[in-house]
């Protein structure tokens, strides 16, 4: 497909105005619908509807107006160097973004754009703040032209003499898909406590809604009793009963949300390679459409939980510059195995940790000195305790709390080690999810030990990675080993520069 | 390995600045101190001589033990970093990961002829480095140094 170069200002998709106005209805006109219920309940109808009718057609009049001058004086340039953007009906503004500075162009589409075929095109910068360049709304063809676009102008491929670039369209290569039963059984995995206790806090505040007294006992076992008469005799079981049901409608209420949200956000996962990066394209209604460009990965990040682990599941996220904006989600495999997340790792150009790899551990020290510090901490509780003369609560802290804090330390001991190989560098942590960072040795940005007084005494130092758009840490190794590994790390950090690492597409070491 | 191996001091100008600084903090703790002291009735001193103390300790002490913790070197094309007192923290920058460099100047340092080498990374830990203390035209001298580094590493 070839595409002109244009260097005209073009608007918006006119449909964007339609887009605007059906959100507009539900921002203005419900809420002005709803206020007038509310002035109009008390008496003299005909009179109050006389005024109110034209005060809401004017100002669903002058939105209209005022969305359509907004749509008129929003031009955007695709030029030679950069994408410009002229907006403001009285006073105009115009930004100019270099292709050099975008990182990702990433496509939206929200479920009313959606009706009508458009996407939402946001450039991002990585600048802070959210404050990327986005253009509401573009026919999908268009955005996907302007992405092509994009990504061919900043790796310098187009002949600007004829103004035509080459896009070829859905190339890729699939890497990755989630059917729907995957993305069901995902959804089981991501039960949210939190969404539980919102619920059984609303049940409690809301309880006069429902038809019986959920925080009633007595209530639920007249419930559970009437049926059958037995139930009355068995009053402890009809308790315990009760209980097993509130329990499980919540545990209910949990998975449901879980799934929900999850088959909304994941529906038809797709991941593939095309000759750019990673393209991920996901959701029900409002389906996102992401380029990760493989040369940008900093790290990779392999997450697991605490159940799912029990089912070799596992996720895979990338960490690069513009994930540091917090505006997209990189997540390149959300819930797999993990012999379908090694050939994603090999397509980024990293590698999982060899089986024979050297690990590190935290010096024991380090973990002793935790575990003291923490029981410091119990031990002045028991102290206030003491103090009031309850000598039966003092002994709670130090044998519960020290139990668990023992049993976590060995267990994290035991569970994070860190390595390092030719390219690489690995950081396992936690014993309960234990994650995976995997990080280039190349594309590290500074390197710091840091070593409070405790640790000074007892000669061991905790080692801070700068990471683009992430953090890379090792801690509590012997000092040594940590300052072997910092010079090791600095030496292959000296080999290449800054703009190799992060800015062009430049060549990358290969895999091993 | 505390031992500052070969690593350059910083100007001694610094240690006079960090006084000046600390001196206005003990102005203002030795004010409140002494509206303390007078709302208690009778010149007990107990307000008054616990932060006399602190005061004479922050003036005398801590800028000597904070000039000896600190220290940089500019070797192998890396900025070396060293500082804290009681968080001892090492930092060493390459220069090819350095994105932009200041040279910062306030209206202390500028009285000492003294100012503040910031190297900025891409990373989200440890972002800049901030190295104070330098006399002025070493920290720019610095700043061409490590500027023509990166040049020629970018070509």
């Known amino acids: 497909m070839i595409v002109p170069i244009e260097d005209s200002p073009r608007r918006t998709d006119p449909r964007s105005f339609a887009v605007r106005a059906i959100s507009m ?103 802070g703040g959210g404050d990327d360049l986005a253009l509401t709304y573009l026919t999908q063809g268009e955005g996907e032209r302007l992405r092509e676009l994009v990504r061919a102008r900043r790796d310098g491929t187009v002949v600007a003499s004829d103004s035509t670039v080459t896009v070829e369209a859905d190339s890729g290569r699939l890497l990755f898909a989630m059917s729907p039963k995957r993305v069901v059984t995902f959804g089981l995995f991501e039960f949210s406590l939190a969404v539980v206790a919102v619920v059984a806090g609303l049940a409690q505040q809301f309880d006069f809604l429902l038809p019986f007294e959920v925080w009633d006992w007595r209530a639920w076992r007249e ?103 917090g505006s997209a989600n990189h997540e390149a495999v959300p819930f797999a195995q993990m012999d379908e997340i090694a050939p994603v790792v090999a397509e980024t150009g990293f590698a999982l940790p060899a089986t024979d790899l050297d690990w590190d551990r935290a010096m024991p020290a380090y973990r002793v000195d935790g575990f003291l510090l923490g029981f410091a901490v119990t031990l002045l509780i028991s102290a206030i305790a003491l103090a009031f003369g309850r000598w039966e609560l003092a002994l709670i802290p130090p044998i519960l709390g020290g139990g668990w804090m023992a049993l976590h330390e060995y267990l994290d001991w035991r569970w994070s080690r860190y390595a390092l190989d030719r390219d690489q560098l690995y950081a396992r942590r936690g014993w309960l999810a234990p994650s995976l960072t995997i990080s280039s040795r190349h594309k590290l940005q500074s390197a710091e030990i840091i070593r409070n007084p405790l640790a000074r005494l007892r000669g061991y130092a905790d080692l801070h990675f700068g990471l683009a758009g992430g953090n890379f840490r090792m801690r509590g190794l012997p000092l040594a080993r940590a300052q072997a590994i910092r010079d090791a790390v600095l030496a292959s950090m000296g080999e290449r520069d800054f703009s190799e690492v992060v800015e062009t597409s430049g060549s990358r070491p290969e895999a091993h | 390995m505390d031992a500052a191996d070969d690593l350059t001091p910083l100007d001694p100008a610094y240690k006079s600045l960090m ?137």
């Not at chain 1, 107006?65 to 953007?85: N, P, S």
């Not at chain 1, 394209?281 to 940008?296: C, K, Q, S």
Request: charged share 20%; proline share 4%.
């Open chain 1, 25 to 127: 209805l539900g921002q203005l006109v419900l809420p002005i619908l709803f206020g007038a219920f509310a002035i109009l309940d008390e008496g003299d109808l005909g009179d109050l509807a006389l005024y109110f009718v034209p005060l809401v057609l004017v100002a669903v009049g002058a939105n209209m107006a005022f969305a359509y001058l907004r749509w008129q004086r929003l031009t955007y340039t695709v030029g030679e160097a950069d994408i410009r953007v002229e907006s403001g009906i009285l006073s105009r503004a115009a930004r100019s973004v270099p292709y050099e500075r975008i990182q990702d162009v990433s496509l939206e589409q929200k479920p009313v754009p959606r009706l009508f075929g458009l996407v939402e095109v946001k450039f991002e910068t990585g600048a």
């Open chain 1, 223 to 325: 419930q559970l009793a009437a049926p059958g008469q037995w139930l009355a005799g068995l009053g402890f079981l009809a308790q315990v009963l009760g209980v097993v049901v509130a329990i499980g409608s919540l545990a209910l209420v949990g998975v449901a949300t879980g799934v929900i949200r999850t088959v909304l956000r994941e529906w038809n996962f797709r991941l593939e390679r095309t000759d750019k990066g990673l393209r991920r394209r996901r959701g029900l209604l409002t389906r996102t459409d992401l380029v990760m460009p493989v040369h940008r990965v900093q790290a990779l990040r392999l997450r697991t939980g605490f159940l799912r682990r029990l089912f070799g599941w596992h996720a895979l996220k990338v960490v690069s510059l513009a994930s540091d904006s």
């Open chain 2, 19 to 155: 006084r000046v600084q600390l001196a206005i903090v003990a102005a203002v703790l030795l004010v409140a101190a002494s509206i303390a002291e007078v709302a208690i009735p009778g010149w007990t001193g107990a307000v008054w001589i616990p932060a006399l103390l602190v005061a004479a300790y922050a003036l005398i002490r801590v800028p000597l033990r904070r000039y000896h913790a600190r220290g940089y070197a500019l070797a192998g094309e890396r900025l070396r970093v060293v500082r804290g007192v009681i968080f001892r923290k090492d930092t060493v920058v390459p220069f090819g990961r350095v994105q932009h460099i200041d040279v910062g100047q306030g209206p202390l340092e500028r009285f000492f002829h003294l100012a503040t080498l910031t190297v900025h990374t891409a990373g989200t830990h440890n972002a800049s480095v901030a190295l104070p203390g330098l006399k002025h035209d070493t920290a720019v001298a610095m700043r061409e140094d490590i500027r023509t580094a990166i040049r020629r590493d970018t070509r």
